[in-house]
């Protein structure tokens, strides 16, 4: 069984940054394409971004493009979410997920993922 823990959620000011990070236990964490999303309050959970299995393949959404940066740390099976340049409607609970297919792949569809975290908490406050 795969599990995933995020972590680094907090309150923070418009123009500030952040720091998720995911930690993924059980399974072979090298494996695993891993992805970023959040749902806002009233919203639809969207892609925030993602990461292919080796690292060197990853999308953002047009919305945090040039401001957020995935990072995946095989060593430590983690995977994190550096947020920059935030602003009030960034935010949302993000959620880390785990792509199981095994492709070279990085997907925006949740449905390509398998597992996912119970999420954390990001507010940006004006």
């Known amino acids: 069984q795969v599990q995933l823990v995020e972590s680094g959620g907090g309150l923070v000011q418009a123009g500030g940054s952040l720091r998720l990070s995911c930690a993924v236990s059980?399974?072979?964490?090298?494996?695993?394409?891993m992805g970023w999303f959040r749902q806002a309050p009233g919203k639809e959970r969207e892609f925030v971004s993602g990461?292919?299995?080796?690292?060197?393949?990853?999308l953002y959404a047009d919305a945090v493009k040039g401001r957020f940066t995935i990072v995946r740390d095989d060593a430590k099976n983690l995977v994190h979410l550096e947020m920059n340049s935030l602003k009030t409607e960034d935010t949302a609970v993000y959620y880390c997920?785990?792509?199981?297919?095994?492709?070279?792949?990085?997907?925006?569809?949740?449905?390509?993922?398998?597992?996912w975290g119970q999420g954390t908490q990001v507010t940006v406050s004006s």
């Open positions: 990461i292919n299995r080796i690292g060197i393949r990853t």
């Open positions: 997920a785990a792509d199981l297919r095994y492709t070279l792949e990085t997907s925006r569809s949740s449905l390509d993922y398998d597992y």
């Open positions: 059980g399974g072979t964490f090298s494996r695993y394409a």
